[in-house]
């Protein structure tokens, strides 16, 4: 555990933080404090806040770091900067483009830090005008890891499309293997899914493309009468008990010990569940989400977490430093290369590709990454929209509703929620 300086872990729900904006008190050299939180825990961001703390110390400023359980975070934060609180540098994910519609964050366009960051990586920063309000803090992307081990004492090939996905599901399952790890109950494994096959069998090798989620958002076009043939083909993961009504019961931590212990083929995750991967002691690799196309294929992903100023921040010169030293080259590559498989959006940083990426780095370096929320997020607030998916294939998985009932529910929650 880094000292409380650095970061200050909360495992209970009781999260009030009042006042955590104002609780940085005084000017940039005089020992001032510029609060952060995030979701993210201190394998994952230790070394940037870290990074940032030794290029701060000269202006005797210090960031303070509060891990905030992730599936209380967006309620959290929400709270928080609804009261004029909130912490000086505010992260947030699917949300961020929700934070700067509610006027939350500081325009930083004319700020040089933002220079430095691909046009990509600021996307979920950017507004239709064309201001920027934050940086990315990595490139995060999800594909399938798989047991060598298990795939070969079931004799199954790597699949590079859905029926190779599905025939391979059944040959585990036939070696009494199986197939697929997902702690469904409070996980957006499904999610990953389900929008892993969109990308890879609509979006790009389909009827589809990636504008209609843009039309979407902006009420321009419905997901039914769109998504419906593709989310039906993908509920054939239910139909061959690759998904099943009992994961929607199981914790993600009991998922992930499932996968590493050898007692399941596959996992859907990406860089942050490498290093407990690897420290299992398994032979394992990762390839990518399919759909129609095997010389065509997308990993899921995008910008992870972006920050930005918090507009209430009672010592903005201080959090605009420390900003800045979050978004430096250092802090930059500390966090790349703390998450073994991520990429970064700021010019001149490049992870390392450990050997288990290699049927996934190609795609990486050709830029096969997106993911639909993201472009959600232009004109409504997406993390809403994954609330509601997450729910909503929780109860087709659980057989509850048809794949068809989950996409009107879907079309309704956008029309209630646009900006």
């Not at 540098?89 to 964050?105: K, Q």
């Amino acid at each position: 555990m880094r000292t409380a300086a650095a970061v200050v872990t909360l495992a209970t729900a009781s999260l009030s933080l009042a006042g955590c904006a104002s609780a940085a008190s005084g000017d940039a050299g005089s020992g001032t404090k510029v609060t952060i939180a995030s979701w993210y825990e201190d394998n994952v961001i230790g070394t940037s806040i870290d990074a940032a703390n030794a290029a701060l110390e000269s202006d005797d400023i210090t960031l303070e770091y509060t891990q905030i359980p992730l599936d209380q975070y967006n309620t959290w934060l929400s709270t928080q900067l609804a009261s004029g609180e909130g912490p000086d540098i505010i992260m947030d994910g699917a949300s961020f483009p929700a934070r700067v519609a509610a006027g939350n964050l500081v325009d930083i366009s004319d700020e040089t830090v933002v220079t430095n960051f691909t046009e990509e990586g600021l996307a979920l920063a950017t507004d239709a005008d064309g201001n920027v309000y934050g940086v990315p803090s990595y490139g995060w992307f999800s594909g399938v890891f798989y047991n060598k081990d298990l795939f070969e004492q079931a004799g199954v090939e790597v699949p590079t499309t859905f029926d190779e996905f599905l025939d391979a599901s059944d040959k585990l399952k036939a070696a009494d293997i199986t197939p697929l790890a997902a702690g469904l109950a409070d996980s957006d494994k499904a999610i990953h899914s389900l929008m892993g096959y969109l990308e890879n069998a609509y979006y790009r090798n389909g009827e589809g493309s990636p504008e209609v989620d843009t039309d979407f958002a902006y009420g321009e076009a419905t997901l039914d009468g769109n998504w419906n043939d593709p989310l039906e083909e993908w509920s054939k993961l239910i139909d061959h008990g690759v998904l099943t009504p009992e994961m929607v019961g199981v914790p993600l931590s009991q998922s992930l010990a499932e996968f590493t212990d050898g007692k399941a083929a596959m996992y859907i995750s990406g860089a942050w569940d490498y290093q407990a991967i690897k420290d299992a002691g398994l032979d394992f690799g990762m390839f990518s989400h399919v759909g129609n196309a095997a010389d065509n294929q997308w990993l899921l992903g995008g910008p992870a977490a972006s920050m930005g100023v918090n507009v209430d921040s009672k010592n903005p010169d201080a959090a605009m430093k420390a900003l800045e030293a979050l978004a430096s080259e250092d802090a930059m590559q500390a966090i790349v290369d703390a998450n073994p498989g991520a990429f970064s959006y700021y010019n001149g940083v490049e992870g390392d590709f450990p050997a288990e990426y290699e049927l996934v780095a190609p795609l990486l370096a050709e830029g096969h990454v997106a993911v639909g929320w993201d472009r959600w997020g232009v004109n409504m607030p997406a993390q809403t929209m994954l609330d509601t998916l997450t729910k909503g294939l929780q109860s087709v998985i659980s057989g509850q509703q048809s794949t068809d009932d989950l996409i009107k529910q879907l079309d309704d929650q956008a029309d209630s929620i646009r900006y």
